[in-house]
């Protein structure tokens, strides 16, 4: 087939590339915990080969950063998940720039790394990881031509993009009522997803596996039947485009103080949040 079929190669991206690529970004989330295997070298290797069909070799860039942002959730200067403040500004509330900002999401994201202190991107897990996603691309375009890497063109775009499963972004910690920093998602799509979903699950402790996210919540409802969650990504996707209240500075950031350079003193819900996660390993510790 030729690029006269580029519809198709559309298509089958939207609805199946779409959910098996951000399935693959799961795969290597839980490498990043080292969660997969006991090695931590092993959950590297397992994370570039589930990068393979990506497009862009970024799971060891992943690594990096997203374990900063659990350790400085919400801190500008460490958490590459809170937009650039040009970004943020230059997107607005605009419900087209929005949807320009999803739809290109990941070139955006490569803008954020530069900013973050005390990482480094670039060592030889890297440039493995570069070497293998460059192979993998130049033999799709050997064995299937240009419409396939096509395909990947677009998958790889709607997985984390313009698409309900690219609501996940904004499911995790986007919201107008600042009275919660993080949401969970529990809905239908956490079954393709491998339970993403339950991310304040996560966040609470990094150490679960994905498979067994949804027993941490039945084990301890008292620490999430109360919280505010997403039950839908594609409504909640329409919802973030259209609805004015939202932006991407729509985000708990944690200040620094000017004076002493130090974080400031933690808003009484990130205190509760901490003596929540305490208690609940105090619980499971005891199971």
Same mark, same amino acid.
């Given at each position: 087939m030729g690029f006269g #079929?580029?519809?198709l190669s559309l298509l089958i991206a939207y609805c199946v590339g779409a959910f098996a690529n951000h399935a693959n970004y799961v795969i290597i989330h839980d490498a990043t915990?080292? &969660?997969i295997l006991r090695s931590k070298s092993w959950n590297k290797m397992v994370a570039i080969i589930a990068d393979l069909p990506n497009l862009t070799p970024g799971a060891m860039g992943f690594r990096v950063y997203h374990l900063k942002h659990h350790s400085h959730q919400g801190d500008y200067e460490y958490d590459a998940d809170l937009a650039n403040h040009w970004e943020a500004r230059l997107v607005g509330n605009k419900w087209y720039r929005k949807a320009l900002w999803l739809? &290109? %999401? =990941?070139?955006f994201q490569l803008t954020r790394p530069p900013r973050l202190k005390a990482i480094k991107m670039w060592d030889r897990w %890297? %440039?493995?990881n570069f070497a293998c996603a460059a192979a993998y691309d130049a033999g799709i375009i050997y064995f299937f031509g240009w419409p396939g890497f096509l395909y990947l063109v677009f998958a790889f775009f709607f997985s984390i993009g313009l698409h309900p499963v690219g609501a996940r972004w904004i499911q995790e910690h986007y919201t #107008?009522? %600042?009275d919660q920093e993080t949401f969970s998602y529990y809905g239908p799509i956490n079954r393709v997803a491998l339970n993403m979903g339950y991310h304040n699950e996560h966040h609470d402790l990094p150490s679960i596996p994905w498979n067994n996210l949804p027993k941490l919540r039945a084990m301890a409802p008292e620490f999430y039947e109360n &919280?505010?969650?997403h039950s839908s990504w594609t409504r909640l996707l329409f919802q973030f485009i259209f609805d004015e209240r939202y932006s991407l500075f729509s985000r708990v950031e944690r200040m620094?103080?000017?004076?002493c350079g130090t974080n400031s003193v933690p808003s =009484?819900?990130?205190t509760a949040s901490a003596v929540n996660s305490v208690a609940l390993n105090a619980k499971l510790n005891n199971v």
């Open positions: #079929y580029w519809w915990h080292n &969660l739809m &290109l %999401f =990941p070139f %890297f %440039f493995v #107008y009522d %600042f &919280l505010k969650y620094k103080s000017r004076d =009484p819900n990130a």
